[in-house]
């Protein structure tokens, strides 16, 4: 198993060392994997002038999995915008074709009081986001900002195919047979056109899942019903815009958005894996940040792209196993428990295993 | 001053006429209303065929302020889209020209319960939200579902123009000024050349308003903030899309959406006046709503349509009163308070005038 590994910027290369422990012990312990590093982001436009250079793309398309940490950083959010980090992710997702993104937001028992819901809310919340990730408003064209009628204009255009909802529907709908047989999709379809046919779509795909209950949500009801009664939900899929808001807001609920992973598939689940948290610039370099949702990530990795079910588990039980202990980040942190830098989280999820 | 009142569909009818016995009481103790009645929504299309009337876009015109209840029921959900409810709500605030929709969610201390956050992330909450509303992908062209190399698709755009972002600013930087000056500016501007537009352009229009304090957010992180700590923002702009979602989490962030007002602005201060919530189909005619949301609608109408400032805070503290004393209908309710109808909250609200 070929797996590209992409550190980026900021905390990046901190989180994904630590999960590259965790993994090197798998590797010992018999589970064939080969590592090769490559730049994206921030730190490759400062190498390469470029944030998802040549080389990049080569290791990404030869490797069965993507490992990547977080990019950005304001350093380079002035930069023309083919310059900027953003644009490495946007370009790797789209050339890889990774258009499922799933997004579980799992409360800890543990980590109940992080949440700045009332327990009662959120107690064993466990609910999965599937957002569409290649296509949307995020890839439309036309796009830009140009001179009309004596002023600027900004434009861009949200789009969907009745075959890109399709196959963002089956996994949606296959993910929901694994869990508890409930799919909300939402979609804003009482305004707009292309959230009509989402809708539209969805219902058709649905016939061939009978088993599994479907509903619709507009977007604004969505992001209402997230907060007041976020345990009605079991998977939700929605849009590459609409997914991006909701998913923050959901893996917010938990209160540690450092604790969550994520996988974004293509069709034969090669797959990037990448922590929901961003970059984190202030802290970074400072062995402060929390790299569980990196090596959760790695847990994903394993999961889905190499059907390694076994080893996933394994991987998240040491997780389990170090907040029981009672070893937390700062980000993570609360009296009576015991803080911890990222290599020594490491070192205890490593202790775990 | 002329008033022309929407009661719309579902719960409308019944919460527009408490708000209704409040002006009425305002109009016999001196100040000047005429009121007008017209049909809007799915009883205008059952009546007319059409959501949006000529006689009810003639009144509206004609008007000083627009009181609207709620439109929309799943009885219209599967018309044709001109059909459909929620054009004639889009119709008539494009017509109008209320570009400016100011939804403030504020925790009233006596409903602290209500909310789904622990009392200290929201006790004392009180943020607006100031959402464009006659543009964006609400009404950008081209926009479809069409044929396409053998599928269908479905397509919106989403655009805004320098000067419609000047204006709104503007809205944002004043309303600022009379709160605690600070305005939090929402898009996406690592994404959206239409956003990145917006922040440029809000930027330029800080110049001119050094005495507020200006931040920009991306929309993902806005959403997660207004979970993790609502009480940093005191203004938050942003365009129509983004509003619609944010404004309402945002209100469920207080647990008492029936509570809340808005109001939406022209140039010159003639409004659209209109709960937060829904038409609540499944409440209809039991006399179960929650009529203070349309009550404070009123309130905001005498301030901003009418610069009637003392009738307005007059109305706010009789809400605060019956708030006070215990009435509480249905969805604010909570043992040991005081269940009541609408048409009882009305008759406390006028006891308290
Ligand atoms: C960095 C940004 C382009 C990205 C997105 O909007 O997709 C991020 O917010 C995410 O959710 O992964
Ligand atoms: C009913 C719908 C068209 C409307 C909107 O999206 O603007 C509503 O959600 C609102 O926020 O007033």
């Known amino acids: 198993m070929k797996i590209c590994v992409l550190p980026g910027d900021g905390i990046g290369p901190e989180i994904v060392s630590q ?97 700045t819901l009332k327990p009662e809310v959120v107690s064993g919340l ?41 196959r963002i529907a ?26 009509q046919l989402w809708r539209d779509v969805v219902t058709e795909v649905h016939k061939d899942y009978q088993d599994v209950e479907l509903s619709h949500m507009l977007v604004d009801n969505a992001a209402m019903q997230l907060v007041r009664n976020p345990k009605q939900f079991d998977v939700m899929v929605t849009g590459n815009m609409f997914g991006d808001i909701l998913s923050d807001e959901a893996s917010m609920l938990t209160g540690s958005i450092g604790m969550l992973p ?6 034969n689940n090669k797959g990037l894996f990448e922590p929901c948290h961003g970059s984190a610039p202030d802290i970074a370099g400072k062995n402060m940040a929390n790299p569980l949702a990196t090596i959760l990530s790695a847990a994903m ?7 390694q079910e076994e080893q996933a588990l394994r991987i998240e039980n040491a997780v389990k196993k170090v907040l029981a202990q009672g070893y937390r980040t700062g980000d993570i942190y609360e009296p ?7 290599t020594e989280m490491g070192d205890a999820v490593l202790a775990a295993l």
Chains 1, 2 share one sequence.
């Open 262 to 267: 994520s996988a974004s598939l293509d069709e």
């Open 301 to 307: 990795m394993l999961r889905y792209s190499f059907g």
């Open 126 to 166: 466990d609910i999965i986001i599937i957002r569409e990730l290649v296509g949307d408003i995020y890839f439309g064209e036309p796009r830009g900002i140009e001179e009309r009628g004596g002023e600027r204009v900004g434009y861009n255009t949200m789009v969907y195919s009745e075959s890109e909802i399709r």
């Open 19 to 115: 999960a590259m422990r965790v993994l090197e012990v798998l590797k010992q312990d018999g589970l064939k994997m080969e590592f090769e590093y490559g730049l994206l982001g921030g730190g490759a436009v400062d190498e390469t002038g470029t944030p998802y250079p040549e080389a990049t793309q080569r290791l990404a398309k030869e490797a069965d999995a993507i490992l990547l940490g977080a990019v950005g950083g304001p350093k380079w959010d002035t930069l023309p915008r083919e310059q900027r980090p953003e644009r490495g992710l946007l370009g790797i997702r789209k050339q890889l074709g990774v258009f499922a993104n799933l997004r579980p937001a799992i409360l800890y028992p543990e980590l109940a009081n992080a949440s």
């Open 170 to 195: 089956k996994v949606a709908f296959e993910t929901a047979r694994r869990r508890n047989r409930k799919v909300c999709s939402v979609d804003k379809m009482n305004v707009l056109e292309s959230t």
């Open 336 to 342: 009576g428990t015991n803080k911890v830098s990222t």
